[in-house]
């Protein structure tokens, strides 16, 4: 899946394998899946009090946010990539070089699921918005919302993300 936009339009998918990457390398096109990133456990519990446990894998550099699961082959159930923005902001996402499909999970400032996009068609350049601000954005196993019952305005909690915002009083 792509982010479509670091500093305003970032591509997911992939950091390259190898010993050693050359700036080229780091900066061009994807043409392969990046090595597992570093994990973090991240729960989602539901409005039924149900609660689903996960260990992510963390986009922090550009690069691993641009690259992010382009040219897997399969997400595990109990898993997942976040990429934690820096700021609030809308998140654009495509597919491209994505093999899977994915659901992705828009998270909002008061860390609570925001949106989901179901079952993102793998390869296409179709734009996924979170039509709007949000803090994260979550990718899952394609169809795993459903199927665990995630819905919008659960509430994810993860050493990921910052404290949720205090409402305005």
């Known amino acids: 899946m792509t982010p479509a936009g670091i500093a305003g339009a970032c591509l997911c998918g992939l950091l390259l ?3 050693v990457a050359t700036h080229a390398q780091e900066t061009g096109e994807p ?3 990046q090595p597992e990133l ?3 456990a991240l729960t989602i519990t ?3 009090n149900a609660r689903h446990v996960f260990s992510v894998e963390k986009a922090t550099t550009p690069r691993e946010q641009q690259v992010g699961e382009m040219y897997r082959k399969s997400v595990p ?3 997942g990539m976040i990429f934690v923005w820096s700021f609030p902001r809308q998140s654009d996402m495509w597919m491209q070089h994505t093999l899977v499909p994915l659901d992705i999970v828009f998270i909002g ?3 609570r699921v925001s949106s989901i996009v179901e079952n993102a068609v793998p390869l296409s350049l179709a734009h996924i918005s979170s039509h709007g601000a949000v803090r994260a954005t979550l990718e899952l196993q394609g169809g795993l919302t459903e199927k665990l019952g995630i819905v919008v305005g659960d509430k994810v909690e993860s ?3 910052p404290e949720a915002a205090k409402p305005s009083p």
């Open 46 to 48: 539901g409005h039924d």
């Open 38 to 40: 570093p994990k973090v």
């Open 159 to 161: 050493a990921a993300l």
């Open 31 to 33: 043409t392969h899946a």
């Open 77 to 79: 159930a109990d898993g």
């Open 109 to 111: 400032t008061d860390n």
């Open 17 to 19: 394998c190898g010993p």
